[in-house]
């Protein structure tokens, strides 16, 4: 469950009370790992694998009660007929800017200066792509002024002195973002919560990161890119998916000792304990689409290297390993487990997957192994109880049967599946604990808009009813 998916908070859940409650409800529930979504900040569509940063948070997940309580925001109001949710929170975000330049409190300012300095390596960067995008009308960078566009060092400086107010600002937003995430991490550790993050392997185009660092990136003289990501035809969409984001130049990254991946993953481990590497697969190929092509169709598989990359990553971060999971989703080819395989990483098995293609369905659970997780479905799957319902009466009957005619229905049925198998890590959508039908998914792939990454719970969806039973789960198959 993604962080906007809390109850309370304007227009989103966000890093408040909700998120602590929800980690208390996790402990009632027996229940020891949160998997979000990523964090990032996004672009309008609400996309948070299209993020304006691969290093950054996203404001709007920032508490303003939180601003209130050190005396930066006065008592809050609420928006105003007309204001939107975002315009809402950015405004007080920017009164709090304004108060805390006055706070006379030096462990704040101190508290504050540690963080920028810890984080200079990105932080610069994205504060001033920040405050030229909003000078910009919110226009991509690629579409600035080519002396901006192309980072010339003098008009970079004159923005910098332009800009300094509103540069100041974003990293005053970074610093509370990351000061509430700190206090959320500590208070899941206290309650032995594994935070469980998603690292996208692709950026998105107008972002920080391709701005600041173009070298890294497959890029056409003008910034935009030469070839884009995506995944051809698969059971997700007939015309495969055309992400858009840039395609690495893995030659200039690989010469350079993997730093910028090394530095990426660093700052994914300050805010997780474990991580997901969304499309792992494009460690060991990616799919390489013209950048004139409307859809996915016309691409190509293109070797990366994988190998070098994780090994330079393991030999960075040692002990026993690293924390990461695969999404190994999609068209998977055996290079790809070999190489999953080799650095021990867990996979992911899907159970909405599992019901076609016979006995020999790698998602079958009598087909499991345990190095991997195990979801009933994910943020991009349709809820349990809505994908059941869709079946043909035949193949209803096929899952129940498979499943032993359990006497629970679904979803319950398919989270006992999930809990009882032999996978390390069993993951269960929050959409499926409350037993949510049609119409609370989180994201249809392949779409934009369309109520995408809008869902959230109240908390008189839950009833002792519900969490006594997924007790009794955990219990039964010794998963707490």
């Given at each position: 469950?993604?962080?906007?998916?809390?109850?309370?908070?304007?227009?989103?859940?966000?890093?408040?009370?909700?998120?602590?409650?929800?980690?208390?409800?996790?402990?009632?529930?027996?229940?020891?790992?949160?998997?979000?979504?990523?964090?990032?900040?996004?672009?309008?569509?609400?996309?948070?694998?299209?993020?304006?940063?691969?290093?950054?948070?996203?404001?709007?997940?920032?508490n303003l009660e939180w601003l209130v309580e050190r005396g930066w925001l006065p008592k809050l109001s609420g928006p105003?007929?007309?204001?939107?949710?975002?315009?809402?929170?950015?405004?007080?975000?920017?009164?709090?800017?304004?108060?805390?330049?006055?706070?006379?409190?030096?462990?704040?300012?101190?508290?504050?200066?540690?963080?920028?300095?810890?984080?200079?390596?990105?932080?610069?960067d994205f504060a001033l792509y920040a405050a030229l995008r909003e000078e910009f009308k919110h226009q991509p960078w690629?579409?600035?002024?080519?002396?901006?566009?192309?980072?010339?060092?003098?008009?970079?400086?004159?923005?910098?002195?332009?800009?300094?107010?509103?540069?100041?600002?974003?990293?005053?937003?970074?610093?509370?973002?990351?000061?509430?995430?700190?206090?959320?991490?500590?208070?899941?550790?206290?309650?032995?919560?594994?935070?469980?993050?998603?690292?996208?392997?692709?950026?998105?185009?107008?972002?920080?990161?391709?701005?600041?660092?173009?070298?890294?990136?497959?890029?056409?003289?003008?910034?935009?890119?030469?070839?884009?990501?995506?995944?051809?035809?698969?059971?997700?969409?007939?015309?495969?998916?055309?992400?858009?984001?840039?395609?690495?130049?893995?030659?200039?990254?690989?010469?350079?000792?993997?730093?910028?991946w090394i530095e990426r993953l660093n700052g994914q481990l300050e805010l997780f304990d474990w991580v997901r590497i969304?499309?792992?697969?494009?460690?060991?190929?990616?799919?390489?689409?013209?950048?004139?092509?409307?859809?996915?169709?016309?691409?190509?598989?293109?070797?990366?290297?994988?190998?070098?990359?994780?090994?330079?990553?393991?030999?960075?971060?040692?002990?026993?390993?690293?924390?990461?999971?695969?999404?190994?989703?999609?068209?998977?080819?055996?290079?790809?487990?070999?190489?999953?395989?080799?650095?021990?990483?867990?996979?992911?098995?899907?159970?909405?997957?599992?019901?076609?293609?016979?006995?020999?369905?790698?998602?079958?659970?009598?087909?499991?192994?345990?190095?991997?997780?195990?979801?009933?479905?994910?943020?991009?799957?349709?809820?349990?109880?809505?994908?059941?319902?869709?079946?043909?009466?035949?193949?209803?009957?096929?899952?129940?049967?498979?499943?032993?005619?359990?006497?629970?229905?679904?979803?319950?049925?398919?989270?006992?599946?999930?809990?009882?198998?032999?996978?390390?890590?069993?993951?269960?959508?929050?959409?499926?604990?409350?037993?949510?039908?049609?119409?609370?998914?989180?994201?249809?792939?392949?779409?934009?808009?369309?109520?995408?990454?809008?869902?959230?719970?109240?908390?008189?969806?839950?009833?002792?009813?519900?969490?006594?039973?997924?007790?009794?789960?955990?219990?039964?198959?010794?998963?707490?």
């Open positions: 469950m993604h962080i906007t998916s809390l109850p309370g908070g304007t227009g989103n859940g966000d890093l408040g009370k909700d998120a602590h409650a929800f980690v208390d409800f996790l402990c009632q529930c027996g229940l020891t790992v949160w998997q979000t979504l990523p964090i990032g900040p996004t672009h309008d569509d609400g996309s948070p694998y299209q993020c304006m940063s691969a290093h950054a948070g996203n404001p709007l997940l920032i105003e007929l007309g204001e939107s949710a975002t315009d809402y929170r950015n405004s007080c975000l920017h009164q709090a800017f304004m108060a805390f330049r006055h706070d006379p409190d030096d462990a704040h300012w101190q508290a504050y200066g540690e963080f920028v300095k810890l984080h200079a390596s990105w932080l610069g690629h579409n600035w002024p080519t002396p901006l566009r192309d980072r010339r060092p003098a008009v970079l400086e004159a923005a910098r002195l332009r800009l300094s107010e509103a540069i100041a600002r974003v990293k005053f937003e970074q610093f509370v973002f990351f000061q509430q995430w700190k206090e959320l991490r500590e208070y899941a550790r206290s309650r032995g919560v594994i935070l469980f993050g998603d690292m996208p392997i692709f950026v998105g185009c107008d972002s920080a990161d391709v701005w600041a660092c173009r070298e890294y990136f497959d890029l056409a003289e003008n910034g935009l890119p030469r070839v884009v990501a995506g995944v051809p035809p698969d059971y997700f969409s007939a015309i495969g998916q055309r992400w858009g984001n840039p395609h690495y130049d893995w030659k200039q990254i690989a010469e350079e000792g993997f730093s910028w969304d499309h792992f697969r494009g460690f060991e190929a990616y799919w390489e689409i013209p950048a004139h092509q409307d859809t996915a169709i016309h691409g190509r598989w293109v070797k990366a290297p994988g190998k070098a990359l994780l090994e330079a990553l393991f030999q960075t971060f040692p002990g026993e390993g690293l924390p990461l999971v695969a999404e190994n989703l999609g068209i998977i080819t055996p290079e790809v487990e070999e190489l999953r395989n080799n650095f021990s990483i867990p996979g992911m098995l899907i159970l909405q997957f599992a019901f076609d293609g016979g006995p020999n369905n790698p998602y079958l659970p009598h087909n499991h192994e345990p190095n991997n997780v195990v979801y009933t479905g994910t943020h991009d799957n349709d809820t349990t109880l809505s994908w059941f319902e869709s079946l043909s009466g035949v193949q209803q009957r096929h899952v129940y049967e498979y499943l032993g005619n359990s006497a629970f229905p679904m979803p319950l049925v398919l989270m006992q599946s999930a809990l009882s198998s032999v996978a390390k890590l069993a993951i269960l959508p929050m959409q499926d604990i409350l037993e949510l039908g049609q119409g609370y998914r989180m994201n249809t792939p392949g779409t934009v808009g369309g109520g995408n990454w809008r869902w959230r719970f109240q908390w008189e969806q839950i009833d002792e009813e519900k969490i006594e039973r997924l007790v009794r789960l955990i219990r039964l198959y010794g998963r707490n």
